[in-house]
């Protein structure tokens, strides 16, 4: 028992550095990383299935919180945020993220999976395709900016992702340029995680076959186990954003977005 504990914090620690890396390289939270990772430590701890994913996604937006800071504050140095739009998406995006942290009370495991397999797709597409995808203009038009936010927000804290990966589609399909986009989806992600994992907080306070040492739907010593690593390979990846190129990078993180998706599937037609 006490080597395979090791080998679990050993895996959660290692795991804590890709989460980073990929929130400071492609300016989100790194929930599609940790999430999956979480499911099957969840798994193996016996947690019940009822409660399985919200805390994967509570679990997953309490990580994305300090990684979402150092990334933001890095990507800012570097005076390629768009503050203007981030400003108008606070107020949309924090009512779409409390939106679906009311709906993780309620919703069923499957839910979870389908929209998380959703995301997960659209965004391999997005970095198997790149330019190839269509253009939807050269700026976000006003009247989409609310709705967008609200979609961004309620989405992303309901699967428990930064929202990064979203705000970065938009922005890109309405002719922003990627690391314009990429920087201002590190802000995004702040805005996502912080009201977020509160809400998971709340939403799981007296559900029952939580692990201990969790606060809701927050696992709090996974967090811990995850953090260390994280922070600091957030910023490594924030720097390297604007400095390295990315396909090969895009293509691995796509391949492995599409086997995650293939194991939810394969347990939604289990269920």
């Known amino acids: 028992m006490t080597m395979q504990l090791a080998a679990l914090a050993l895996a959660l620690l290692a795991s804590g550095g890709m989460v980073g890396f990929l929130a400071g390289v492609f300016g989100v939270g790194g929930g599609t990383v940790v999430v999956p990772v979480l499911y099957g430590v969840f798994l193996w701890l016996g947690v019940p299935?009822?409660?399985?994913?919200?805390?994967?996604?509570?679990t997953s937006l309490a990580l994305i919180i300090p990684t979402s800071l150092a990334s933001f504050t890095t990507h800012r140095k570097e005076a390629s945020i768009d503050l203007v739009l981030l400003k108008r998406w606070v107020a949309p995006i924090v009512i779409g993220v409390v939106g679906g942290a009311i709906a993780a009370r309620y919703a069923p495991a499957s839910l979870f999976k389908i929209m998380f397999v959703s995301i997960a797709l659209t965004t391999a597409a997005r970095l198997l395709l790149g330019d190839r995808l269509p253009q939807l203009g050269r700026e976000v038009p006003r009247r989409f900016i609310a709705p967008y936010g609200v979609i961004i927000g309620?989405?992303?804290?309901?699967?428990?992702?930064?929202g990064g990966l979203l705000?970065?589609?938009?922005?890109?399909?309405?002719?922003?340029?990627i690391h314009q986009a990429v920087a201002?989806?590190?802000?995004?992600?702040?805005l996502v995680s912080l009201p977020g994992a509160i809400g998971y907080m709340a939403a799981g306070w007296d559900k029952s076959g939580l692990p201990p040492f969790s606060i809701g739907?927050?696992?709090?010593?996974?967090?811990?186990?995850?953090?260390?690593t994280s922070f600091?390979?957030?910023?490594?990846g924030a720097s390297l954003a604007h400095t390295m190129s990315k396909h090969r990078l895009e293509f691995a993180f796509a391949c492995y977005l599409i086997l995650v998706s293939m194991q939810f599937c394969f347990s939604l037609a289990s269920a």
Do not use: D, Q, W, Y
């Open 232 to 236: 600091f390979a957030a910023k490594i």
């Open 154 to 162: 309620a989405s992303a804290s309901l699967i428990g992702i930064g």
């Open 217 to 228: 739907f927050v696992s709090i010593a996974a967090v811990l186990l995850l953090m260390p």
């Open 184 to 190: 201002t989806s590190s802000g995004v992600g702040v």
């Open 167 to 177: 705000s970065n589609i938009v922005m890109t399909v309405h002719g922003r340029p």
């Open 49 to 58: 299935e009822e409660v399985r994913m919200p805390l994967c996604a509570g």
